[in-house]
């Protein structure tokens, strides 16, 4: 691959069936392939979402972003463009490139191509395409192409022809970075943010976690301001060990070191060489030590990116946070390559996916690639996480896969520190909210070792906590902590258990909420609402809970009763339900919690007017306590007082009034007339 220049933006234009034919290896592919080889990045309308603008206008847009236009065009006319019917959009592309000077290499198919039959009819427009590939074979075409294998040796011949007519007019440059994505989406704000902090500090970190953007951000920078360095190197920085040697590489490219040079050597002396220049760009990619690079960071006039997840490098350079991608820019990418998603859908994948960039690439190429929908990719995503987020398999141009990059940083956390792996894997099966310290440090008994004495000190828990931090795994707030969703979701998938809880971490999870919500019918609002959306978390039916079923139908009850309390009894009942009907498995219908729980369940039934099943169940309920505690017994005579309720709701105000006065006498005479059963059953009376 050539990397004697930037790379260049290659626009190929063409109409659709080019992409999809012969089988196997289209002529498409194997432009792109040219293009590629040549050190180049791809620009093609399959990588563009649909827009509200006029269709001519989102063309013309993507043709003037690009350095180079190739057309391939074969016997197919295409689409004629909507607000300018006159004109197919590879007519109206090639008149834009050339309205912009851009250089034109045009490829025809052959007569003898190889292809089935509808690669070269076109029924409705075929005249017009006869004209438009007369026109272009008087203006210059390049080379006619019978087959892929033609096609991709004769794009790059051209584009290889190229350089060598501009070598002339260039001055000497070295650029070894890779080619950026093709589908680089959104990130404008971020870009000029980073070009600010760079002219203004000439050394900049880029940091995030794993998969959110930082290297492809910094490839992007590259290409937008190519024209302003003469030099740019590329640094692989995760072997720290090996940076010098990437440096060495560059002195000698710029001849300021010789082959018998020490790779130290060649390094000082590149320092030295880059301090008296300006207009070089060196780029740090997953730099993770500030140590490692401290005396190898050059001074000068020009420009160091270095990619990381290290937060620690204040007395080196200016930190860039990369954060993930709006909800927007995740349903741009998606619907630009998954075309059969709509907004909604693609908002829902973006929302799995928690906005992470290389995840939302992964899933637009294999929703694009399959027969997947966005409720096939969910399911696949939730079963087989690690396969729905890309195994070890890279995409778009990303070296390695979202599963593979945060695998590696599992194990090696894993082998690191024991208590810190423990403690990220617990907060995977929480909610991605914030999650209260409180939740290990007071109920560290609960926890496996070594995690348990780390959290039973506060000191070494905000140690491990900052560890997590300075490897972008966590984002830490003074009294919580928050993991991303696809992080989360790849750690749910290990099998292997490492470190865990005897009792599995699902479980472990359960018996920490169920010791952490408040223990009696007083809420604290300030305590239930940090610890509200975990519960409903480590509740979920689709977990397996078998060791536990007993504390999560007491969760459940409690948390139920909570939301009524605030107001949401719509939110209440489907936990209530799944309380009682726990209850009912394990311990029986009639068994007193069982009982108690079905009390509640008719309030709430009646909370949401649901006031016949409510008493359908009420007198059950009072059925059932009469036979089992007697007429007189507390609850029975809550039940009874309910179920009066529920009667002067339904309006049968002679059977509530009955109900209430015979629940009234026995609880003046069981409780006395000032317990809270007797004045609600006064107080029915008095209606």
Known sequence: MDRARPPRRVFISHTSELRELPAGRSFVDAVESAVSRAGDAVI???????REEEPAQVCREAVLRADVYVLLAGFRYGSPVRDRPELSYTELEYEVAGEAGLPRLVFLLDQDAEGPAR??????????????RARLADEGTIAAVSSPAQAETAV???LTELDADRAGTAGTRLWNLPAPLSRFTGRDDLLARLRRELTRTRCVT?????????????????????????VAWWVPAGAPELVVNHLAELARALRVAGPSDSAAAAAARLSGTLRAQGRWLLVFDSADDP????????????HVVVTTRNPDWHDLAASVPVAPFTRAESVTLLRAMAHHLDEADAGRVAEALGDLPLAVDQAAALLADTTLDAAGYLSRLRVEADKALGAGKGVGGYPTSVAASWSEAFDRLADKDVAAFQLLTLIAWLAPEPVPLTLFARH???????????????????????ELRRQAMVQPEPDSVRLHTVPATLLRARADGTAGPLLGWPTTAVL????????????DPAVWGPLLPHVLTVTDPDRDLRLVRNDIAWLLDRTATHLNRRGEPEQALPLRRRAHDLCSELLSDVH??????????????RGVGEHAAARALDERTLADRRRLLGDDHPDTLVSAVNLAHGLWELGERGEARRLSQDALDRSTRVLGPDHPTTRVARGHLGR
């Open 444 to 466: 560290h008994d609960l926890l496996p070792v070594p995690l348990a004495d780390i959290a039973a000190d506060p000191l070494l828990l905000r140690a491990t906590l900052a």
């Open 512 to 523: 920490l909420l169920c010791a952490a919500v408040p223990q009696s019918q007083d809420d």
């Open 291 to 302: 140590a490692a690079l401290r005396g190898l960071l050059p001074g000068g006039a020009g």
């Open 119 to 132: 690669l070269f009819l076109d029924r409705e427009h075929g005249s017009r395409q006869d004209r438009f």
């Open 592 to 605: 007193p919690h069982t009982l108690v729980v079905a009390n509640n369940l008719a309030a709430d039934l």
């Open 156 to 158: 790059h011949h051209a």
């Open 206 to 230: 880029l940091l995030g976690m794993s998969g959110v953007g930082k290297t492809t951000t910094a490839l992007e920078y590259a290409q937008r301001f190519a024209a302003e360095y003469d």
């Open 44 to 50: 093609d309308m399959a990588y563009f979402a649909a």
